[in-house]
């Protein structure tokens, strides 16, 4: 019978030379008087490379697996699910892939990325409803880049003692990162924007956002090494010594405690006051014809559309339906037809006041001073419309929206999609966020501007007794409205004012300033809400100083790397040759560390 011999040489592939052992390809030696017998063919053929890759990918599997259920985790934390626990447990999973010694900088790069892919691409999939598949995955991916820089870095700091809170400051420095470049920086999915049923809400009313994730990311790291820790100790079965878990366990009772400790008078702030004065204010939602990029060819349908449902709620208040409101929100681009420079736009808007016998914060789109026809410049300003005196106060937003507001690096990427000719001209305004109707000062934050910190702080600090967010989700769909209701949630709480949204589309809605939303309107019908409200002047402790809490935690995450890299010598070890038994010096395998592989 057929027989084949084969063997490998252990041995060095030349003595005479400084090269490293290594395994030769396998020899077959073949007896010539027997027949052949080969081994099947798919086998042979597969190449030495892809082998080795597949077999990394099957040793990196729990890790891979653990990094996207911990993404697809924090994603269920936010609207619509709201399922705010599970951001807990994402964290933890994200530590577990992190923390093991067989991960490299490298590989935490790569498990972050997967972490931050799976949660981004089924959070943003409204920013492809009109555009594509290829805008929403591209942004998807470039926010998946914050949390890979984070993998590198918390791999560089896991040695450090008391790695929780070092990974909950670089996760505050990505998510300060992410918020601020590129163009801008894109808030949207901040940590603590998913936690608004939950308890942790309250901590916004001492740092804002920031402090909310940082608490959320501190409980979840920390839950992991007090697993870790226990875990370990009974593997080691008979050692007396105790896990490690004093640190972890202290870090979760200050969160908790912390948490306990705010909660009431967040609640007593939603209860209200005697000292308070309460007015009612309406917020009209007018709809549009249909959904789309074209609205804005419907311009006047929509216009016509928040008249005619003023003109209702004006009926309603004669009736005494509704109550008489002091003043009356319109969303953002309820008149995109500018009624500064079209008379027949502002004879209708004056119908509508003078129905209501109150002013109307009414958003437009006016023409910019700089305004060319080959650079249609203009704002997107909210304007207060007297019933007697017709325009008067008015605010022009200051943080536009790149890639729908405007087109940065227009003629690059106007090659890259169809859509980009669509994209607007809009420049941004100055001023103090504050608008003044019926004497009260009014702060806002119109759409987009909601994300940033900076634009509803601004606003309070300039003295708004209340906080407004008039917004046009027309070009998107319902995720992404309720997803913006939740950051109005949170601006209720952080800075202890009501928030009146109001949409086109929707969701319109009323927050008190626990959080809590009072009335809503459905997604895409034409609606209006008439509530009392509660005028507030007090400043919280996020007002104050959030800037500087977000710095500390900033400087956490700073100083963990800064302490990492005087630990350990540097950041990137050089690649220094390992001598051999024989006095020889050999390179290290391709692709190793110190530490294992990814």
């Known amino acids: 019978m057929a027989k084949r011999v084969a063997h490998r040489d252990w041995g060095r592939a030349n003595d005479d030379t400084d090269t490293f052992a290594a395994f030769t390809e396998p020899v077959d ?6 027949e052949a017998v080969d081994e099947p063919a798919a086998k ?15 040793a990196r599997l729990p890790r891979m697996g653990a990094a996207i259920t911990g993404g697809l985790l924090l994603c269920l934390s936010f609207p619509p699910f709201s399922w705010w626990y599970t ?4 964290f933890a999973l994200l530590a577990w892939a992190l923390t093991r010694d067989t991960t490299t900088r490298v590989g935490g790069f790569g498990y972050g990325f997967l972490f931050g892919a799976a949660f981004y691409i089924p959070l943003l999939p409204w920013t492809g409803v009109m555009v594509g598949v290829l805008p929403w995955l591209a942004l998807a991916l470039v926010q998946a880049l ?3 820089a984070f993998g590198l870095l918390a791999v560089v700091v896991r040695t450090l003692p008391g790695w929780p809170v070092w990974f909950a400051g670089l996760w505050a420095l990505s998510e300060w990162a992410k918020s601020t470049v590129p163009f801008g920086g894109f808030p949207w999915g901040v940590v603590g924007f998913g936690q608004t049923d939950g308890p942790l809400l309250a901590l916004a009313q001492v740092g804002g956002a920031p402090l909310v994730s940082f608490a959320v990311t ?21 050692d007396r010594r105790p896990p490690g878990v004093v640190l972890p366990g202290a870090a979760i009772c200050v969160v908790l405690i912390g948490t306990a400790a705010i909660s009431p008078g967040v609640r007593h702030s939603g209860a209200g006051a005697d000292d308070e004065p309460s007015v009612n204010v309406a917020a009209v ?67 509508a006041a003078q129905a209501i016998k109150a002013p109307i914060l009414v958003g437009g789109v006016l023409t910019a001073p700089e305004y060319t026809p080959d650079n249609p410049v203009s704002t997107n300003s909210v304007i207060v419309w007297d019933p007697k005196t017709g325009p008067g106060d ?33 420049v941004p305004g100055t001023g ?7 004497g009260v000062p009014i702060g806002v934050a119109t759409c987009w501007e909601v994300i940033f910190d900076r634009a509803p702080r601004e606003s309070v600090l300039n003295g708004a007794q209340l906080l407004t967010v008039p917004s046009n989700n027309a070009t998107f769909n319902e995720s992404m409205s309720v997803q913006q209701l939740a950051f109005g949630r949170l601006r209720a709480v952080e800075h202890n004012r009501f928030v009146i949204v109001a949409g086109t589309t929707g969701i319109s809605a009323v927050i008190a300033p626990d959080g809590r939303v009072l009335g809503r309107t459905d997604f895409f019908e034409p609606a209006y809400l008439d509530m009392p409200i509660r005028l507030k002047t007090q400043l919280t402790a996020a007002t104050r100083w959030e800037p500087i809490v977000q710095g500390v935690l900033v400087a956490i995450g700073i100083a963990a790397v800064v302490g990492a890299v005087l630990q350990n010598g540097r950041f990137v070890r050089s690649r220094r040759p390992v001598t051999n038994a024989a006095g020889q010096d050999t390179p290290p395998a391709e692709g190793g560390t110190e530490r294992g592989t990814t």
């Open 218 to 238: 501190l409980l979840g790291f920390s839950f992991a090494a007090m697993v870790f820790e226990v875990v370990d100790w009974w593997r080691r079965g008979d």
């Open 432 to 438: 103090t966020g504050v608008v003044t109707a019926a």
């Open 29 to 34: 030696e073949w007896d010539t008087d027997d």
């Open 394 to 426: 008015r605010h022009d937003k200051q943080i536009v929206q790149p890639f729908g507001e405007y087109l940065p690096w227009r003629s690059f990427f106007k090659h890259l999609s169809p859509y980009a000719d669509r994209a607007g001209y809009f």
């Open 44 to 58: 042979r053929e597969v190449p030495a490379w892809l082998r080795r890759f597949g077999e990394a990918v099957v």
């Open 87 to 90: 951001a807990i447990l994402a």
């Open 146 to 148: 914050f949390p890979a």
């Open 285 to 351: 939602q007018g709809n549009v014809p249909k959904l789309g990029l074209d609205f804005n060819a419907q311009r006047r349908a929509v216009l016509d559309n928040h008249v005619r449902e003023t003109i209702r709620l004006a009926e309603d208040v004669r009736a005494g339906r509704a109550p008489q409101p002091l003043f009356v929100i319109w969303p953002e681009n309820s008149s995109d037809i500018s009624p500064l420079d079209n008379q027949d736009a502002a004879d209708q808007i004056s119908v």
